[in-house]
């Protein structure tokens, strides 16, 4: 007997109708297999492991004050696993021909009468295979997907059976409840609740084992609360750079090879800066170095990015839709010398600790799914013109996962900007390395590869200085 519809959470609903032109909202991940895998194979996978998961045989059916989940009783798995040839062009490689095609497949729209995924198997790649991954935002945040992905490998885990449909259907948006409502008692109990801020978020990157709600400090005063308020609407525009402007729609991906991540935790002790303050710092430097290779001025110029951070903890991720909020963190791209650019980002970073904007912008996206599409339009768009790129930071497993037994060598993932925001960054810790990729629009910047190619110098100039110090002091 078919399921009742569930009915669609205010956030994921937002999410659904934030589509645009330029940007579609998928989260958008790759995998680099060695060897290739069979497409049976990855059916039988997918059947076993992944269906398990309601929302993968739920299509989305929308009406006039929203969206629910209604399973898809015409379920056809052959309309989600897509084997594609990859075919470079002459003189290209596989590694170009395989982030062009990503490129073209995050502007490729998701058949909106099917459940909202899709994966593509790619034989031949260099040598093994690959594999495309495409998941609407309104399923679930990257934290959840990651959980999910890593469930589908070999010897991953069920997700926990839920008690009955009827209890996820009556469970209420908790979170948008405590900060929709005006900043009373409960306001501030939920800030301190969930408040643990940004740096906490992304400090799961060297610590992937800790939850992000690990430690819960008591409520905060309402005060607070009223300044982040005002610290998000009194927000200036970013910065105009070369990166910012009107995004055409057509996507370039690009992505680079791990870093060592015990040589980041050194160099981090090294300066008495977090791993995450190690890896900011030498994205900001690409960045610039960027900019001014193509003959910006950058001197003392800085630019914002939009950094998701979870709200809940990470054993619940199986649970899919979207728990995360949104925090500004500005990188200081003016500033050349590595060093103190590393503390220019600590420095930011402990501004933005114990912040509750993430809860605000939470807030913000509840409301926009309770209204009209050119309202949530207009509302959000308020957030894309406050920044430049979108930015996660993410922890993988610390060692390499086998898929259909085959070894997942490396992945990569991209989470979608919103309004016309054109440039997307992904640091991601995976079987011992990080690595840094990205996601641009072409009008913005065509060839996001320069910026890739930055990133390690920048952090070998960071190491350099860092190896010149005295041994067993710290700067």
Known sequence: MP??????????????????????????????????IAVDALRARVEEKLLQYERFRQKVVTDAIGASWVDDDAFDLDAHIVE????????????????RLVGELAMQPLDPARPLWQFHLIDGYEDGGALIARVHHCIADGIALISVMLSITDGGSDPPRRRAAA?????????????VKPLTDLAAKAAGMYG????????????????????????????????????????????????????????????????????????????????????????????????????????????????????????????????????PLTLPIGIENPVERAYAVRARMDVLKNSYQPLLAFAVL????????????????????????????????????????????????????????????????YGGGVQFGLITDGALCPDPQQIIDRFEPEFDALLTLALMLPWGESA
């Not at 032109?21 to 989260?27: A, Q, R, S, W, Y």
């Not at 105009?240 to 870093?259: D, M, N, S, Y």
């Not at 190690?278 to 910006?296: E, F, N, P």
């Open 366 to 429: 509840a409301l926009a799914g309770l209204t009209i599409k050119p309202v949530q339009d207009a509302l959000l768009g308020l957030f894309a013109k406050k920044a430049t790129a979108v930015m996660t930071n993410v922890p993988g497993p610390a060692k390499p996962l086998h898929f259909c037994g085959s070894t997942l060598r490396q992945t990569m993932f991209w989470v979608p900007a919103s309004g016309d925001i054109g440039v997307g960054v992904s640091i991601l810790s």
């Open 3 to 36: 399921r009742a519809a569930q009915r669609m959470s205010r956030v994921d609903t937002a999410w659904l109708r934030m589509d645009n032109d330029v940007n579609l909202m998928m989260i958008v991940g790759v995998w680099l297999l060695q060897p290739a």
């Open 196 to 327: 643990s801020g940004i740096a906490k978020s992304m400090e799961v990157l060297s610590n992937p084992q800790q939850g992000v709600l690990g430690s819960i400090e008591a409520a905060r005063s309402g005060a607070r609360v009223l300044g982040d308020v005002a610290a998000m609407a009194l927000m200036a525009d970013d910065s105009p750079t070369r990166l910012k402007g009107q995004p055409a729609g057509a996507k370039v991906v690009a992505w680079g090879e791990p870093i060592a991540l015990d040589r980041v935790k050194a160099v981090g002790k090294a300066l008495g800066c977090s791993v995450n303050d190690v890896l900011l710092g030498a994205v900001s430097g690409a960045i610039g170095a960027y900019l001014r290779d193509q003959g910006d001025a950058t001197d003392g110029s800085e630019i914002r990015a939009m950094v998701p951070v979870n709200l809940r903890p990470l054993d619940e991720a199986w649970k899919l839709g979207n728990r995360f909020g949104l925090a």
């Open 167 to 179: 209890a996820a259907d009556a469970e209420p948006d908790w979170l948008a409840d405590a900060v």
């Open 84 to 99: 594609m040839e990859l075919t470079p062009a002459p003189g290209e490689s596989d590694r170009a021909a395989l982030q």
